[in-house]
C-alpha cells in the first residue's frame, strides 16, 4: 500500500514538492496537496503591479494546473492538525489521514494586528502590495500621484521577500521621476531594522543606493499605530511620521490553522522545524517548506526551491526508516530591482553574508554579485517563465546548486 | 570582540556592548548591564522579560521580536517600551547577555 503524503499548500514551496515528491517516490506515495482556492499567484509580479510594470491578470494561474496528473488535490479550508492522531481536519469536519506532512502554507498578511491600519482610508490612502487586490489598488494611486509625502513602513519582521520594500522605494523613485513629480516628492522607508537590511554588506551597498537616490530611511521604526485621519504613523516610542500616501508592509504571521493546532506552531502561528532537516518540532512525520518555517533565513521563493531536495530526501528516508540528511544551508538568492532597467543581486546563506563576486559560475557569471547591472534586471524578468515552467515543476534550475558556492567571493569594494 | 568585566566577571563583548557567550551570564551582571543603559533596578516586571528573552534564545537560537514578546512574555508591548526605553528587544536581550536581535532577515 501506498504511504500518505498530504500537503499543505499549493503555493510555490507546496506545489514544487508535491512534484518532485511524486516524480521520486511513483507510487510508492499518493500525493494530496490541499488549499483553500485555486489561484496561484506568482508573488515576485506584486512588486510590479503598482508601477504597471505587470497586468494583475497575469501573475495568476490555476494551482491544480502546476501540479503533475496523479497528484490529487483537495479545495478546502484546514480547520487543524491533529499531530496524535495524524490527521488534517478540513473546514466541515472532514478528515484527511497521513503519514507524513508537509506544511507549506506560507505566511498570511495581518494588517489587522497594527491600530488604526484598517479603516476607512484602507486602499485609500493606506495600501498595500503584498497582495493583488492591494497592488491594484495602489496602481491607481501612484498613476493619480501629484507629489507629497510617500511613507514605505514596514511594521515588523519577519516579511515575505525582505528586499521588496527597498525594491519598492527604488522603483518608485523611477516611476515618480518617469512622471515628472518625483521633485515634489519625499519618498521615506521605515523600518523596525537599524539599516537597509538585515545582513551588514548588503545593507552598506543597499543604504548607499537609498541615499543617492535621495530616499530617507527610518530605522529602527517600531510601528505601534497608524493615525490614518491626521496622516502618520506613531512607533511605541511615540516618534511620529507624517505620509500622503502610506505603503505598508504589514505584520506577518502563520496560516490560521496553525494556531488550531496543538502544539505545532509559535506565537505567531510560524512552524518551528530544524533548519537543515526541515522536519517540525512537534512530530517526526512533520516537515516545514517555505514561508511558514520559523527558521532563521528569508521567507522567499527561492530559499522553497533550494529546500525542495532537502524535502524530497528526508520524506523518503523517513518513510524507509532512516537517518534524516541535515542538507538544507539556508541558501536564499534574491533579486533587488533598482529602477531604470537595473536589479542587482543578492546570494547568502545561514553561515554566509551576502558578499560581492559572480553568479552562479565563479569569476564568471555571467551575473555580477551586489552590484547594479542591466544582466541582472533581464535575468529576473526572464525568471518569470523559469518560476512556472522549471520551479514549480520541481526542476533544477541549470547551474544553480542547492548548496550556496562560496568561491570568488569577497567584499565589495567601496 | 572585547574582553572587559562587569560586575567583577571578565566577560567577552561585541562592539555594542552585547555578551557573545550567553553561558558567561549572571545575574549580577544583568543588573549592571541595566544600570549603565539607564534602568537603576531590575524589577520583577523586567525579570519576567529578561528571562523570556533568555529561555527563547536558548531554546530556539533566535532572540523573540517585539510582537512575540508582547504576545507571549505576559508583558504588552505598551509596558514594554515603559520597562526598557527605546528599544526593548534589543536592551532586553542586551541585559539578558544574549546576542544582539537581528530581526530576522
Sequence with gaps: MSSRVVILGGGTGGTLAANRLHRALGDAIDVTVVDQDDRHVYQPGLLFVPFGLADPDHIVRSRSAQLASGIHMVLADVERVELEQRSVILAGGAALPYDVLVIATGARLQPEETEGMLGDAWNEHVFTFYDLEGATALRDALAAFEGGRLLVNVVDMPIKCPVAPLEFCFLADWFLRERGVRERTEITLATPLDGAFTKPLASQALGGLLTEKGI?????????????????????????????????????????????????????????????????????????????????????????????ETIVENVRRMLAGEELRPSFDGHANCFIETGFGRALLIDFNYENEPLAGRFPEPHLGPLPLLRESRMNHMAKLMFEWAYWHVLLPGRELPGISNEMQTAGRHAPES | MTQTTIAGHPVDVDPEGFLTDPGAWDRDIAAEIARDNGIPELTERHWQVVDFMRERYLRDGAAPSIRTLGKASGVPVKELYQLFPKGPAKLAAKIGGIPKPRGCI
Excluded: M
Excluded at chain 1, 263 to 270: M, N
Excluded at chain 1, 277 to 290: D, I, K, P, Y
Design chain 1, 216 to 308: 530617507a530611511l527610518e530605522a529602527e521604526f517600531a510601528t505601534g499605530r497608524v493615525e490614518a485621519g491626521e496622516g502618520r504613523i506613531v512607533s511605541w516610542d511615540e516618534r511620529e511620521l507624517p505620509f500622503d500616501l502610506l505603503v505598508a508592509i504589514p505584520a506577518h504571521g502563520g496560516a490560521a490553522y496553525v494556531e488550531r493546532s496543538a502544539g505545532l506552531g509559535d506565537e505567531l502561528g510560524f512552524v518551528p522545524c530544524d533548519p537543515h532537516t526541515l522536519q517540525a518540532r512537534a512530530a517526526s512525520n512533520v516537515f516545514v517548506l517555505g514561508d511558514a518555517a520559523n527558521i532563521p533565513t528569508s521567507k522567499a521563493g527561492s530559499v522553497s526551491h533550494f529546500e525542495g
